[in-house]
């Protein structure tokens, strides 16, 4: 008979043998010994770390998006702390657990003076409501640089009205559908201008064999794993141009989710149609989104409904390919007028979370005055030009008022421009874009590049807004992912034919007695009190 | 719990029945005799106080609303409440029927392969042979489920993957394995078999290394045919190995494997796919609801606690060997 105790039975290899159990028990013991010593210690030195009184120097955390973060001796940070006349010490976190980060080390004693939030979540404003963040509503306009000149955006950024950071701003108006030139051309076709030319384009590209190799395999749309609501995915897009709105929409003197309209169920009807008539990848449920491209770039399938940013991603897989023939490869159109024949063009908020100041770290408001001095300071043209651009006259020189890559690159060059992307992610721009815009390599790709510009800003004209995009429901916060999933699986489910249109709304229904109805109760009453 | 019962060094057993005497100078003689026992022990203790034992404090934001900035110390107390929010959710009976079955087909399908396959390897003569299956098996435990994931995307890709076609071709039907819900368990415990399986046997080929030769040999000339031999000497050798890992198993149970369900799941297969470990994940960090995940965990450790008690109590009374 045997006694193992639970503890130490994993280890084991011969649970038979009593000797053979003591020995490991003996040596667990020693390494748990010199565990528990080693964690003592390391405690004892983490201790406070309290920042000057003076600021000489700023604590920030920020995410990086590239493989790894810039060094913290590289040319970049020399000139930036050249530039600011403070020691910048930048904490960068990787951008898949930035926010479980955010929440540990707010939750810590080793907090810095300036967070990068990278949205309105849940856990942020939680925090922010508990006091964490100093309310910057009424300081902002003091600091020149902080001023924004889109008081929209600064609004959108807030929560219910108050601004707890200095928003990042985001180009507001990116929807674009992206297609084969080469296919339309061939097919003697228009670029689409409606959604019911975007299905005929489609169509003709999974039919009438648009590459020419005699067979039938090829699609028009193609549509990744992306399925949550209010993401600006395909779905949202196709759903805005119908009229359902952005989010939420106003019927009848109430704000309503854009998913209890009826242009909503006539999106997605069609959705379901193309998706019937394989306009659309049939494992658009679970294609990995970072795939994107490249059904697009090898010929499968001719459409891609996304940001006009990855036209000119696009573009450039065609060109790494063939450096000569790479023209005319890739087209593209803005947002498509619905079957009203109006143009509902999609926003996105105009912003991609803020910088915000935790009161644990910048204690009075002499401080915070000297934080915000110093982030005044970011937000100046010479700061912004750096963070976004990188050094003038090593990794870029100014032509016709624009930033041109220095060619051919030295390595000090390379460095600077692999830095940038991830020191961009502390670029603010409140007063719209202070740096250069970049100059593109070549005449096409320039052409294209100033197309995208006029496109966007004429679809600007016609955006709809959501217009509850400042109030935070608590309701939402408690439980506002579950709440959305409910409505998101559905419309997948839908359009895979697993549920009928009955069920779309039966989950519709669902989403409002399981809390919807406090959230759409919520919203309203905040829309009414900032009216 | 039963007080523990340890073996001591010296063979002798401290704890339910200190065998020193306690009549005359009690706990002190008791103590002063086995003073280097204690102090070998101490270490273990330490450890088990320092890192087992004072993080538990932390599952006290199971009973409060616990926000970030306030510390576990400052936010306020909430009493049951996010139990009650838990128990009355519409999700609660689905995440436990889906925790449930997948736990069971993982425990009824992937450990008796364990030991199948310890058998098997077992009895094989040929050493190299031997040798070089148990490494092979052994490897798939050493990759990730990220890579066993995207394996199964790469194989089970709608219309182009190999095991799609191939599956498809052999049952004359058109299914996609990776969004198809009635597809989705059958999906977990193949990659669950795939990865863990020849790591499992490990401990079996251990204890099937201390099965007294002779026997067979006896059996030998008693005229028992290889299956008979597994059957009334094998078996009964590890019985008490095959217990205490199905008692473990089973305390694991509820642990369905948060990475592997998580990659694997879809828009199309959510309604089968969720259990408390996504759940958790998904209300906890993505949601910011710390308090409420806290309690889903909790009460999944105490479902763990009572499965572990209550089949060690039935091992007890069917054959006396249990694991405490």
Same mark, same amino acid.
Do not use: R
């Given at each position: 008979m045997k006694r193992i105790n639970p503890r130490d039975s994993q280890p084991f290899k011969y649970p038979n043998e009593v000797e053979w159990k003591n020995m490991i028990r003996r040596k667990l013991s020693l390494a748990a010994a010199v565990v528990t010593a080693t964690a003592l210690t390391l405690t004892a030195c983490s201790g406070g770390d309290t920042p000057a009184a003076d600021l000489t120097s700023v604590s920030i955390m920020a995410p990086f998006l590239e493989a790894q973060p810039p060094a913290a001796d590289g040319a970049v940070q020399k000139k930036l702390e050249e530039l600011t006349g403070k020691q910048v010490k930048i904490n960068w976190a990787p951008n898949a657990s930035y926010e479980d980060k955010t929440n540990i080390t707010l939750a810590g /004693? @080793?907090?810095?003076?300036v967070m990068v939030i990278q949205g309105k979540t849940p856990g942020f404003v939680k925090n922010a409501q508990a006091g964490a963040f100093w309310d910057l509503t009424d300081k902002l306009d003091k600091y020149p640089n902080l001023k924004t000149t889109f008081p929209d955006i600064q609004k959108n950024a807030s929560v219910n009205g108050k601004v707890y950071g200095v928003y990042r701003g985001r180009a507001p108006m990116r929807a674009a559908v992206m297609f084969r030139q080469d296919w339309l051309d061939k097919l003697g076709l228009q670029p689409p201008k409606t959604t019911e030319d975007l299905y005929k384009v489609a169509k003709a590209f999974t039919e009438q064999d648009p590459d020419g190799n005699g067979q039938n395999d090829t699609w028009g749309i193609t549509i990744p794993k992306w399925g949550a609501l209010g993401t600006n995915s395909p779905y949202d897009l196709i759903e805005e141009w119908y009229g359902a709105g952005n989010r939420w929409t106003e019927k009848d003197g109430k704000l309503i989710p854009s998913f209890e309209t009826d242009e909503f169920l006539e999106a997605d009807r069609f959705i379901k149609k193309m998706v019937d008539e394989k306009l659309i990848n049939p494992d658009f449920a679970t294609f @990995? /989104?970072?795939?994107?491209?490249e059904p697009f770039f090898n010929g499968k399938g001719g459409i891609i409904v996304d940001v006009d940013s990855r036209v000119s991603v696009l573009i450039n897989l065609f060109k790494q390919a063939d450096p000569n023939n790479f023209q005319n490869k890739v087209g593209f159109v803005g947002n498509l007028e619905g079957p009203d024949g109006k143009l509902h063009a999609h926003p996105t908020d105009g912003y991609s979370g803020f910088l915000a100041i935790p009161k644990a770290s910048v204690k009075t408001d002499a401080e915070l005055d000297k934080v915000l001095q110093f982030l005044n300071t970011m937000n100046g043209k010479d700061v912004a030009i750096l963070l976004n651009n990188g050094i003038e006259g090593v990794n870029f020189k100014v032509e016709d008022g624009k930033a041109a890559t220095i060619k051919p690159e030295t390595p000090e060059g390379k460095a600077v421009t692999t830095d940038i992307k991830s020191y961009a992610q502390l670029g603010m721009n409140v007063a719209g874009n202070e740096f250069y815009p970049v100059k593109q390599p070549s005449d096409y790709e320039q052409q294209v590049f100033d197309k995208r510009t006029e496109v966007m800003a004429a679809d600007l004209k016609s955006a709809v807004y959501n217009p509850a995009a400042p109030f935070v429901s608590q309701t939402y916060v408690a439980k506002g992912a579950q709440l959305d999933n409910i409505v998101a699986d559905a419309r997948i489910k839908y359009l895979a034919g697993q549920i009928d249109e009955q069920g779309l709304k039966d989950a519709i229904k669902l989403w409002d007695t399981s809390g919807g109805n406090k959230v759409k109760e919520e919203i309203n009453k905040l829309w009414q009190d900032n009216k | 719990m039963a007080a523990p019962v340890i073996d001591t060094l010296a063979g002798e057993r401290v704890g339910k029945k200190p065998p020193a005497p306690r009549t005359g100078g009690r706990f002190s003689v008791h103590f002063a005799h086995y003073k280097w026992l204690y102090l070998l022990l101490l270490p273990g203790v330490v450890y088990f106080a320092v890192f087992r034992y004072a993080p538990m404090y932390g599952v006290s934001i199971a009973f409060k609303d616990y926000v970030p900035f306030l510390g576990v110390n400052g936010s306020p107390w909430v009493g049951f409440r996010n139990f009650e929010d838990f128990f009355a959710n519409p999700d609660f009976p689905r995440l436990l029927g889906n925790t449930l079955i997948l736990a069971f087909l993982n425990l009824g399908v992937a450990f008796p392969l364990t030991i199948i396959l310890a058998l098997l390897l077992n009895e094989v003569r040929l050493s190299i042979l031997k040798r070089t299956v148990q490494t092979l098996v052994y490897i798939?435990?050493?990759?990730?489920w990220t890579i066993v994931a995207s394996l199964s995307f790469l194989l089970f890709a709608l219309d182009i993957g190999p095991l799609f076609q191939f599956l498809n071709n052999v049952m004359g039907t058109n299914i996609d394995f990776l969004s198809d819900p009635a597809w989705f368990r059958p999906l977990i415990v193949l990659q669950e078999i795939w990865k863990n399986t020849g790591w499992g046997t490990i401990i079996f080929l251990a204890a099937l290394s201390?099965?007294?030769q002779d026997q067979y040999e006896a059996a030998i000339i008693d005229g028992a045919g290889r299956f008979r031999r597994v059957w009334h000497i094998t078996l009964p050798a590890i019985r008490s190995t095959i217990i205490v890992m199905l008692i473990l198993a089973i305390g694991q149970m509820l642990n369905t494997g948060f990475e592997q369900i998580y990659l694997m799941t879809n828009a199309l297969n959510r309604e089968v796919a969720d259990v408390f470990d996504t759940y958790v994940y998904f209300?906890?960090?993505?949601?910011?609801?710390y308090s409420y995940s806290t309690a889903v965990g909790l009460f999944k450790s105490l479902v763990g606690i009572v499965l572990i008690f209550g089949t060690n109590w039935l091992a007890k009374r069917f054959n006396q060997s249990g694991l405490f």
């Open positions: /004693s @080793d907090i810095p003076q @990995d /989104s970072t795939k994107w491209n | 798939p435990h050493f990759l990730s201390t099965v007294d209300v906890g960090i993505t949601q910011g609801a």
